[in-house]
């Protein structure tokens, strides 16, 4: 018995007009051999490429539906205005470029068929350059550590997963590259496939080195988060509670020296040293102690 009837593929877009209909050719070729209603929502981030002019043929397609944003708002944004119209009870992302191959989406189908509500992809063929390859073998180590994430590439943007996890996964800003692990975090069963990455041949790349950079603030918004949005205290208090420990050690260590060896203070740098830590480690708990009293009355009044 199938378990899933409609599939919506949901693929943003910006200034990829050499793509698009080869993508959406292939993919049409790959989706329309199953059994499955599908339909593709093409979402336009603001495309400035003429593909308009360039690909007529692209919405004739009754299959094909294109969703223009007013700009440029990025990659998630594209991603959820696709969501919010997608009739299908299973979704798939993809990317526009032609890197991912429609080719494996016959495994995302078959793994879900299998009871998982959430299938991530593995771009197990990818060759990354040096900087890259430390740079995500260290995110890696982190997300496994401090996250206990079960993906081995949490970055693809080849996944597809069941609607009804939306229910309890939300998809704002930039957190799509965390998706996964909300919806691991949320009990829901979660797997990974291996996937084709290939080379980009047409248009650009829309991240370059700054993803590095983008993607470590995410990891630390997730990590915020999933670990402690309930509890903001145990996250600032930590902090907070270091820094006021050497601050107030320090402090009284300049103050016995002041009042026993007769140390004149105006000689200690390290008396404003243990002040600025002190006040700074009071102001760090405060913050978590105000993060408390939001995630408080927001539970009490919801
Ligand atoms: N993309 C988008 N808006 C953006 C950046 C990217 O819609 O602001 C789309 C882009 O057209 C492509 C996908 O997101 O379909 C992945 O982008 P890209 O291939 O540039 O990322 P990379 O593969 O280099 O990480
Ligand atoms: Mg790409």
């Known amino acids: 018995m199938k378990s899933i ?18 993508l959406v050719d292939g993919l049409e070729k790959v989706v329309s051999r199953g059994s499955y209603d599908y339909e593709i929502l093409l979402v336009d981030d603001g495309s400035y490429d003429g593909y308009e002019s360039f690909l007529p043929q692209l919405t004739e397609k009754k299959t094909v539906t294109l969703i223009k944003l007013n700009r440029q708002m990025g990659k998630g944004k594209a991603l959820s205005e696709g969501l919010e119209r997608a009739l299908g009870d299973a979704i798939l992302f ?21 009871g998982y509500d959430f299938v991530n992809g593995h771009r197990f063929t990818r060759k990354d350059n040096g900087i890259i390859k430390i740079y995500s073998t260290i995110a890696r180590w982190f997300l496994r550590n401090y996250l206990n994430s079960p993906f081995t590439d949490i970055n693809c943007g080849f996944k597809m997963f069941r609607k009804k996890i939306l229910s309890d996964v939300v998809l704002y800003g930039n957190n799509f590259r965390f998706l996964p692990l909300a919806a691991f975090y949320e009990g829901y069963r979660v797997g990974e ?38 509890k903001p205290l145990h996250f600032f208090g930590g902090i907070g509670a270091i820094l006021f420990g050497i601050g107030g050690l320090a402090l009284a260590w300049v103050t016995y020296e002041r009042i026993v060896m007769g140390v004149l203070l105006y000689r200690r740098p390290a008396l404003l040293y243990a002040i600025f830590l002190v006040i700074l ?21 919801a």
């Open 193 to 230: 496939v291996n996937v084709h990455n290939k080379p980009r041949i047409y248009g650009k790349s829309k991240y370059g080195i700054s993803k590095l950079f983008v993607g470590l603030i995410d990891m630390l918004s997730a990590y915020f988060l999933y670990k402690f949005a309930e």
């Open 94 to 114: 993809m990317d526009a470029d032609l890197q991912d191959d429609p080719e494996d989406i016959p495994l995302f189908i078959e793994k879900l068929e299998s």
């Open 5 to 22: 009837q409609k599939i919506s593929v949901v693929i943003p877009f910006h200034n990829e007009k050499e793509n698009l209909l080869t």
């Open 281 to 301: 480690g009071i102001q760090i708990i405060m913050t978590g102690i105000i993060g408390e009293l939001i995630v408080y009355l927001h539970k009490k009044n």
